[in-house]
């Protein structure tokens, strides 16, 4: 079994900064995607930023130029850093991964609990 952890959420003023973290345990033999999505109350799913592992990262255009996702493939983590942080932000966050595990031959997406990010005008 694989388990997502997130942290890093909370409280902040427009404008402000905070990084989320997400970290990857259990019986992985490797991971794929990692992204992270978020979810504002009544809205659908967004997804915010993936980073593949071979490098390759997109952002959705409201967040570009504002966050940005980076992975540590050693240590089975995945961060965003959001800067310039807007109250259209807030939203809880998810991390996503689809992982190998050991003894199976695909892929399985895996999610985090979430995490809330609330940015106050």
């Known amino acids: 079994q694989v388990q997502l952890v997130e942290s890093g959420g909370g409280l902040v003023r427009a404008g402000g900064s905070l990084r989320l973290s997400c970290a990857a345990s259990?019986?992985?033999?490797?991971?794929?995607?990692m992204a992270w999505y978020r979810q504002a109350p009544g809205k659908q799913r967004e997804l915010v930023a993936t980073?593949?592992?071979?490098?390759?990262?997109n952002y959705v255009d409201s967040v570009k130029g504002r966050f940005t996702i980076s992975r540590d493939n050693a240590k089975k983590q995945v961060y965003l850093q959001m800067s310039s942080l807007k109250p259209e932000d807030t939203a809880v966050y998810y991390c996503?991964?689809?992982?190998?595990?050991?003894?199976?031959?695909?892929?399985?997406?895996?999610w985090g609990q979430g995490t809330q990010v609330t940015v106050s005008s």
């Open positions: 996503y991964a689809e992982v190998w595990e050991y003894g199976r031959s695909w892929y399985t997406d895996y």
């Open positions: 259990g019986s992985i033999r490797s991971i794929s995607a």
């Open positions: 980073a593949a592992s071979g490098g390759s990262i």
